[in-house]
């Protein structure tokens, strides 16, 4: 190894030090850094298709990818989208989040509030600096159904809560339609910090913020994450369609399933939809009675 590629891997691991991470694996074999996992849908209840429906998350005026410490993550790098799951350890493939030693996870049987700890006043990206508050997530830490949302808005920048404003309050109403509490469900988003003017978080911020996200998932142990949005299905699974085409399907995620769907926010401005986000949460009902 030259100076400048020691450079790189302590960087690298100091980066993961940061965020807690401690345990490190050698790839033996010739698998690439970024292998990508294949993520296929597994359909358990077919979900009506849908050709026309408006894109949701268009990027935002003015929204452009900036260098911004380039750093190393499996499951989303900064250059493009991903074309799948990169893998997040030399075993992903055949691995799951609750089992794999990867770089994104970190102690065996962490607690949600250790990787809180970890988390601590963060300011490894832009977004601290126009953050009132870290939103972390919220809920029973036992759930078997976690939310996945975008970032903070302005009342959840205020209280410090995920999902307490206008969207919030639709995704409380198609959770208790659905026969659930949101106390018995865990809430969270992509990134923890409110992005300005509720733009879509940027991929370092997302880069640098998701491993908390893996981590936090592989502590409560769902056994479905609902993806609300395109961020959150990027950043899970990294399938490239849009949430109109493989929204109300199940796909494999690292070991329990994953199922994307619009993001509250979006029905909110396109009222129609709420039909579909509710179908969606039929198939979330379904799926959480079927046998394990
Ligand atoms: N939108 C999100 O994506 N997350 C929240 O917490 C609130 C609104």
Do not use: W
């Not at 260098?67 to 990169?86: E, I, L």
């Not at 849009?242 to 509250?264: E, N, S, V």
Request: proline residues 9%.
């Amino acid at each position: 190894m030259d100076e400048k590629q020691c450079r790189k891997v302590a960087d690298m691991l100091e980066f993961y030090q940061d965020l807690g991470i401690d345990e490190f694996y050698v790839r033996r074999s010739g698998a690439t850094r970024t292998a990508t996992v294949p993520v296929q849908p597994v359909t358990v209840i077919p979900a009506p298709s849908r050709n026309s429906a408006p894109k949701e998350n268009a990027p935002a005026p003015g929204q452009s990818s900036v260098a911004f410490g380039k750093r190393p993550f499996p499951h989303y790098t900064s250059a493009a989208a991903p074309q799948g799951v990169a893998a997040a350890g030399p075993t992903a493939q055949s691995m799951s989040l609750f089992e794999s030693p990867s770089p994104t996870t970190t102690r065996q049987n962490e607690t949600l509030e250790q990787i809180r700890e970890d988390l601590g006043d963060c300011h490894r990206c832009r977004l601290a600096a126009g953050r009132h508050t870290i939103v972390f997530g919220q809920g029973n830490p036992h759930a078997e159904l976690v939310f996945v949302g975008e970032g903070p808005g302005a009342d959840e920048d205020a209280q410090g809560l995920p999902f307490v404003g206008r969207a919030g309050r639709l995704l409380n109403r198609m959770i208790e339609l659905a026969g659930m509490k949101r106390e018995d469900v865990y809430i969270c988003n992509v990134v923890k910090c409110r992005p300005p003017n509720n733009r879509t978080p940027l991929p370092d911020e997302i880069e640098v913020c998701s491993p908390f996200l893996l981590r936090q998932i592989r502590t409560i142990k769902p056994r479905l994450v609902c993806c609300l949005g395109a961020p959150a299905v990027k950043t899970l699974l990294g399938v490239k369609e849009g949430i109109t085409k493989i929204r109300g399907q199940l796909y494999d995620f690292q070991g329990t399933k994953a199922l994307p769907t619009f993001h509250p926010a979006y029905v909110l401005r396109n009222p129609r939809e709420e039909k579909i986000l509710r179908e969606d949460f039929q198939t979330i009902v379904e799926f959480l009675k079927s046998p394990r």
